[in-house]
């Protein structure tokens, strides 16, 4: 009942011969090993899982991989493609806007799919796009300062 | 007790390749002031609580017992050696929680890290300065007192030509120095890397997604486990078939004193297997529940422990001009950590490693051992970043878990909670009830104090206000609970007891401020002679720019104030709030916190754990509660147990007392503790309505308002 399932991973194609019923979130972190994307609750409510699929930050958790046959994938591992951190990472390691860290690719996911969406967001917006990322060590305010930052220096969003 | 073989210091020092090895010990009494500390010390070359190791290529490696959790550890600590030492940041490489290279530790909680294992690693640093700056003024042939260091190299003042580096001083040798604490430490006034704010160690590796966390350990041949849970503490198995689970392909499956487990190559396919095993269990009928726990509480607490006595409450009760008493309660909280509980154990060679997310890996060998039936020296247990412990970690199941799989299996094997069994199992920070009386003179000095906590325990109780009648009494430490006091398992959640203690006490203050038209500000500072506690109260109000008014004004908006001392150090927090009086929703408008901690090692890192604190407090203010019939957990996800969220941000502002006189103090909880009361005195303020109960959910804030 194995499927193959083909998608672009961080700008790579990949091919896994497995069933498509299987959650993107553990196909990533098992046969993939791109374990910066965490496991937080298993049904979509913290975000810790947050990927970018075809330009929309989603729950990796709830994802099935028949979901993202064919489409562009990127996790927090493809965001710094030449070891050359992204405005939204650089912000967020400048402002110390993470402790413990495990939320973290989440966060700069979901940010991402957030400027993507809205580059140049206010402050009201990113609150709103954040809201269903949740951090326990709740650095919440520094991430939104991070996220604007990125935003200001990526001149509205345009990269 | 110590059943390791105490390794030869020649041994030790090729074990590290050479060089200098610089050993502290401060005696465990010292540092832990605990026996236990003395009983499970580990078989170093002397009883030993920090080392620094300089290799010979000027590398130098500071091995600490400790763990980072976001707590910022791993820079504050490589920060206070790098100063004594005299190098850069840089220069330090730190190994954490790992217990076969690290010395001895009790754990990572308590705001310890810096205040206690801070000056060990200072006087280590400070010792090797001195080692190599002896070792210097050998090779070039001059006095110590002529030479100085300068980021790594030791050089003649006034001719800077005439160097030698630390590596070519460690070259060839091998040196180990026990240290007695008397070395030299910088002074205030000299701090170069101590006092300043550098990004922190392990910032690239968390926003690039390369931090490596216990569940992201990969080991080829590794399987994930699936272990079959009871529906309620207290049930037990009568019967179970997991004929289903065996049949699939590319499963394992483990049925061995209790622990039924399903194991794959993947975690999906566990996850399908453990869908079909079947069990029944017999559950016992619940006798308590979320609304009942705090009459039983009161009624099954064990005797109190008086921790204060003074004066005659009866005859102080008797001239007061006024007394009033009160009821306070809270609700039992998960720590909730992003990451569950993870361990990954492999077997070989007779050796156990497990790899394992936890604030305690000496704790968890000893209790692997243990289980095992194992000597210790033969369990190592490895600390990756841990995310997020907040006291929930220091114990643990899942390495026993998953040590026992990977004995029976022979794989090496994953043991990762899902998030409902992270909330089954947690150690729920305690529900508590608190009774207070108290007393005010015709001036509004306080002069009767009668206090008592049942469930949480003593933390935070203690009274820095001048009442010469006074009398605390704690029903139970959360530590010691008596089984079938708790329905399930409790334990230390950040700054333990004091949460609920200071939710009482300083709402206690505030109804006695209010009852005669004072000033909250003023009623405190005329009713403590606290220097410090005097200092924070005055630094908060002037940075808040606090106007003298009396409680409550009712328009909606209010002002609360709330102080404290926890891990010895001093913390007043200022909060505005905005209440719907139609939904008795509240929004926290803004929080100034003033924090007097001693000397501040890294001002960013403190401030850092103020604002999470202060943000990850108003959780508790207003959404968490766990739910529960007798042993049954009702919250199971992030669905119905409400942390904090972006948008209850409100501004925060922070400001440190200076105190340059005091050693640092600890940082990691103390802005937590006044969370509930300094929002309650708000909502009282803009309401007129006390509210009693933690969390303060719109329900109950709106059924105290319609009581006004």
Redesign the interface.
């Known amino acids: 009942m194995n499927d193959a399932i083909r998608f672009t991973l961080n700008g790579k194609p990949v091919t896994l011969e497995t069933d498509g019923d ?2 993107l979130l ?1 196909a990533l ?3 993939l ?11 979509g ?2 975000g ?1 899982c947050t990927v970018i699929v075809d330009g929309r930050a989603v729950r990796s958790c709830v994802t099935d991989l028949n979901d993202v046959q064919g489409a562009e994938v990127t ?3 493809g ?2 493609p030449n070891g050359r ?1 992204h405005p939204l ?2 912000a ?3 402002q ?1 806007a ?8 989440g966060m ?1 996911m979901n940010a991402y799919g957030l400027l993507l969406e809205k580059p140049g967001a206010s402050r009201e917006e990113i ?2 796009g ?2 269903s ?12 300062e991070a996220i604007e930052t990125a935003s200001e220096r990526m001149g509205g969003g345009h990269e | 007790m110590s059943d390791v073989t105490r390794m030869d210091r020649r041994e030790f020092v090729k074990l590290l390749g050479g060089g200098i090895v610089v050993i502290v010990n401060l005696g465990p009494l010292t540092l832990f002031n605990s026996r236990a500390a003395e009983a499970f010390q580990r078989g170093y070359p002397e009883d030993i609580n920090a080392y620094l190791h300089i290799a010979e290529d000027g590398k130098v490696t500071l091995f600490s017992g400790k763990i980072e959790m976001g707590q910022g550890a791993m820079t504050s600590l490589t920060q206070m050696a790098a100063e004594d030492l005299g190098v850069s940041l840089e220069t330090i490489h730190i190994v954490m929680g790992d217990t076969d290279t690290c010395p001895w530790d009790m754990g990572t909680f308590g705001s310890l890290s810096t205040r206690m294992f801070g000056p060990a690693v200072r006087a280590a640093a400070a010792q090797a300065r001195l080692v190599l700056t002896d070792l210097a003024a050998e090779r070039l042939g001059v006095s110590r007192d002529l030479l100085a260091v300068d980021d790594g190299v030791v050089y003649v003042k006034g001719d800077r030509d005439r160097h030698v580096s630390y590596g070519e001083l460690a070259e060839g040798q091998e040196i180990t120095h026990t240290v007695d604490q008397k070395a030299v430490l910088r002074a205030v006034e000299e701090f170069a890397v101590m006092g300043s704010s550098p990004l922190r160690l392990d910032g690239h590796e968390k926003v690039t997604g390369a931090a490596k966390f216990a569940g992201d350990i990969r080991i080829p041949g590794m399987l994930y486990a699936r272990i079959l849970r009871p529906p309620a503490h207290g049930a037990t198995l009568k019967r179970v078939d997991t004929s289903a689970a065996e049949a699939m392909t590319g499963v394992t499956v483990v049925n061995e004193d209790g622990l039924v487990a399903v194991l794959s190559a993947d975690p999906e396919t566990a996850e399908r297997a453990l869908e079909l095993v079947k069990a029944d269990f017999d559950v016992p009928t619940p006798e308590v529940d979320t609304e009942s726990i705090f009459d039983h509480l009161v009624q099954a607490a064990p005797a109190p422990n008086t921790s204060e006595q003074a004066g005659d409450l009866e005859a102080a009760r008797s001239e007061c001009e006024q007394t009033f008493d009160v009821t306070y309660y809270n609700s039992y909280v998960a720590h909730a950590p992003i990451e569950p509980h993870t361990a990954v154990a492999q077997l070989e060679d007779g050796k156990l490693t497990v790899w394992s997310s936890t604030q305690g890996p000496f704790g968890q060998q000893r209790t692997i051992a243990r289980e095992m039936g194992m000597s210790a020296e033969h369990v190592r247990v490895i600390t990756p970043y841990v995310g997020g412990g907040f006291g929930g970690k220091v114990g643990g199941g899942q390495v026993v878990e998953a040590a026992r799989l990977a004995t029976v299996t022979g794989a090496p094997v994953q043991v990762a909670w899902t998030r409902e069994e992270e909330f089954f199992y947690d150690t729920f920070r305690p529900a508590a009830v608190l009774k207070v009386a108290s007393g005010i003179d015709a001036d509004g000095k306080i002069t009767l104090w009668d206090y008592q906590v049942y469930g949480a325990g003593s933390r935070g109780s203690d009274v820095f206000y001048d009442i010469p009648n006074r009398s605390v009494r704690v029903y139970g430490e959360w530590g010691r609970a008596p089984a079938g006091l708790h329905p399930f398992g409790v334990g230390a959640w950040r700054a333990p007891a004091a949460n609920s203690n200071r939710f009482a006490a300083e709402q206690q203050i505030d109804i006695m401020a209010s009852a005669i038209g004072m000033d909250p500000l003023e009623f405190r500072l005329i009713n403590t002679t606290d220097d410090r506690m005097l200092g924070v109260l005055r630094t908060v109000a002037e940075a808040y720019g606090w106007e003298p008014a009396a409680t409550p004004r009712k328009n909606g908006r209010g002002r609360g104030l709330a102080c404290g001392i926890d891990a010895e150090t001093y913390v007043a927090l200022i909060a505005d709030v905005t209440v719907d009086s139609e939904t008795g929703a509240v929004k926290v408008d803004r929080v100034v916190c003033a924090q007097d901690m001693g000397v501040v090692v890294n001002p960013d890192g403190a401030r850092m754990q103020m604002e999470g604190c202060i943000a990850m407090g108003l959780g508790y203010v207003f959404g968490e509660e766990v739910r529960f019939q007798g042993g049954k957990i009702l919250d199971s996800n992030f669905d119905t147990y409400k942390l904090a969220r972006f948008s209850w941000m409100p501004r925060i502002d922070t400001v440190f007392v200076s105190n340059d006189d005091l050693p640092p103090k600890g940082g990691g909880e103390p802005a937590i503790i006044n969370m509930g009361a300094v929002v309650a005195n708000a909502i009282f303020d803009a309401t007129g309505a006390r509210i009693h109960r933690l969390p303060m959910t719109p329900d109950r804030v709106l059924a105290e308002i319609r009581k006004t």
Request: proline share 2%; aromatic share 12%.
């Open positions: 299987r959650s553990w972190r098992t046969d090993e791109l374990t910066g994307t965490k496991y937080g609750c298993g049904a409510l913290c810790s996790t927090i591992e965001l710094a951190l990472q650089q967020f390691y400048e110390g993470y402790q413990c860290g495990y939320c973290t690719p700069l609150v709103r954040m809201e990322n949740l951090c326990r060590c709740s650095a919440y305010k520094r991430i939104v």
